[in-house]
Every structure is written in C-alpha cells, then in structure tokens.
C-alpha cells in the first residue's frame, strides 16, 4: 500500500512538473510573440527614416525603392507585394506621390497589414505651375500681335502640358510633404500612433523616440527659418517643383522648371519664361536634385550661365550616401546650406 501510494505521489508530481514546464513554455513563446519586431514596408527614405527613429529595436523597417532611384519611375515587383502583404504596415505617402500605391493597396486589401497613407487628413498645399512675370509679358505681346500661327502653337503648347499633365501627375495637391519639419513632425506622430496600436506594451518607449525625433525637428525648422529671414533674395531656380512648403513656411519662393513630377516637362515658351525669370531675378544657380538628371535644367543652366547646386529630395539615398552614415537630418542640414548660398549669391 506504502509503494503504491508513493508511486502515486511521484507520478503525479511528475505529470504537475510536466504541466507547468508546458506552461511556461507556452508564456515564453506568447512573450516572445509580443516583442517580435513588427515588419514594416516604406516607399520613401524619409518615412524609412521616421519609422525607425521612432520604432527603434521594436520595428524592422525595409524601404522598397532601392538606393538611388527616382520613385516616380519605380515599379514594386511580385515578390514584393507578397513582402508586403506578410507584414504589419505598409506606409506611403499618398496624395499621388507613389503612382503604384494603389496596385499594392489592392494587393493587399484582404491581407492583416495596415496601410498608412501619411498625408491622409493632412492640409496640403495646391500647386500651379506658373511663371506669372514673364506669362503677363507673353500675354502683352500676344495681345500686341495677335499672330495666328504664335496662336497655334500657344495651342499645341498646352496640348502637351494637358497631355503630360494626364500621362503623370501628383494632381492640384503637393505630396512632398517629408520636405517641411513641421509636416514630417505630423506625419511622424501618425506613424507613432499607428505602431502603438500594433505593439501598445511599448507605446511609452514609441512616445519618448518621438518627442527626441520632434525636437530635432523644430531645431531643424528654426535653421531653415534663420536661414530665410535672413537671406538677400527671395527666390531660387530648381529642376523639379517639389520644394512648394517652404514657400509656404519660409517665403522663399521656387521657380520651377520642370511640374511637381520631373516628368512634367515644360514647353519651348514655358523654358524661356524660366530663362526670362532667372536672369530679372538675378539668380546665379540651378538647384538639382541628386537622383533625378534633368536635360532641361540643363538648358537653363547653359542659357542663363547659372552654375548647378544640389538639393537633395529625400525620396532615396545612394549608396555611398548609406555607407558614410547620412541621414534625414545631415541631408536637410545640407539643403540648407545649399540654400543660404543659392540666395545670398
């Protein structure tokens, strides 16, 4: 009876023993489920840039355009939307900034990912490509002339705007956003909020990595306002009209050649308005920008004399630019000080 009972006793500590080892491991791996890194997709370097600074160890954030390329002219592949639609979040731009945004949405509209457009409820800037100066100068001598093959040809002009116009555009609206500290702060605190719903146990350390990502931001709005206040003109030449908000925030005033999509290419009238422009305003350099080649820009350049200076879009970094540490903030520095010597020479 005694080695029955006491085989009872230790069979049945056993199986106890069993059980709560299988619990535990049970919780471990629970545990560990939690603290996974959520995956997180991105079409631009800057939202690369904000998600990681503010997910830290808590994300792994891949950015689907590769190194170097213009996004306008990018197409995600098979396997990448099957990358994305295995993940947790999906963040673009929106505002038609990414032309392929929308197969991708599609892709994975029935799959457990969230997608994050960024500038959803935003209050963006409108755009209109126009050089108003040298248009009311046009328009005097069209008025003076009244030349029926100057006419036809003013038609044939708009045609091709119109029609570059529907072939690739952002629309009335300005995407670029990531441009503007304060706009990047907005989208930042969006991107935030999305990860504290995705892993609330770490919201705290979410919001903390967010307020030190916001002061640098500010700091970085207070070089570029110093920058404007005090700078001898107002205006700056500039391939690709992507740089509106700091119009908006700074008053300092782009004349672009080419529309908010480098591919919206100006015409032969529209190039000599820019010429017209860029010599009434004394503007000695030609912004470029560091992944996107402009033959037109460099018409201006050769017309006017103007010498090239780089700005650099944030869409994409190089890969030199990755290997020797850039980032959002030493870029944005860079641009700033390119800047301050296109208005002050």
């Known amino acids: 009876m005694k080695k029955t009972l006491l085989y009872s006793l230790i069979t049945g500590a056993s199986l106890a023993m069993a059980a709560c080892g299988g619990s535990s491991e049970e919780d471990s791996e629970a545990s560990g489920d939690q603290d996974e890194a959520l995956q997180v997709y991105t079409t631009l370097y800057a939202w690369e840039y904000v998600t990681e600074r503010i997910g830290g160890e808590h994300v792994e ?17 098979a396997q990448t939307m099957v990358d994305i639609a295995e ?12 032309g392929f945004a929308g197969a991708i949405n599609d892709s994975i509209e029935n799959e457990d990912v969230t997608s994050l457009e960024v ?4 209050e963006l800037a409108s755009y209109e490509h126009d050089h108003s100066h040298a248009e009311e100068d046009g328009h005097s001598d069209e008025e003076h002339g009244h030349d029926e093959e100057h006419a036809h040809e003013e038609e044939e002009d708009h045609s091709e705007e119109e029609h570059a116009e529907e072939e690739e555009s952002h629309g009335d609206q300005d995407p670029h956003v990531w441009l503007d500290p304060a706009l990047t702060k907005e989208a930042a605190e969006t991107i935030k ?7 609330p146990e770490q919201e705290a350390v979410f ?14 709005d207070s070089d570029f306002s110093e920058m404007a206040s005090g700078s001898e003109k107002d205006s700056f030449l500039v391939s690709h009209a992507g740089y509106g908000y700091w119009e908006e925030r700074y008053d300092i005033h782009q004349i672009g050649i080419s529309g908010l999509s480098p591919s919206n290419e100006p015409s032969q009238r529209q190039i000599q308005e820019i010429i017209a422009l860029a010599e009434e305003n004394n503007l000695n350099y030609v912004m470029v920008e560091q992944n996107i080649p402009s033959n037109t820009a460099d018409v201006v350049q050769d017309e006017t004399g103007a010498e090239a200076l780089e700005l650099h879009n944030l ?12 980032d959002y903030f030493s870029l944005m520095e860079q641009n700033v000080s390119n800047l301050d010597q296109a208005l002050n020479n």
């Open 193 to 199: 909020n999305e990860l504290a719903s995705k892993n």
């Open 119 to 122: 500038t959803n409820g935003m």
């Open 61 to 77: 954030v891949n950015n689907i355009v590769p190194a170097g390329t213009d996004v306008h002219n990018f197409e995600p592949t």
């Open 207 to 220: 919001q903390e990595n967010y307020d030190a990502l916001s002061e640098e931001l500010d700091s970085l």
């Open 87 to 98: 993940s947790d979040m999906f963040v673009y731009t929106g505002a038609g900034m990414e």
């Open 315 to 326: 869409e994409s970094l190089s890969e030199e630019e990755i290997n020797s540490g850039e």
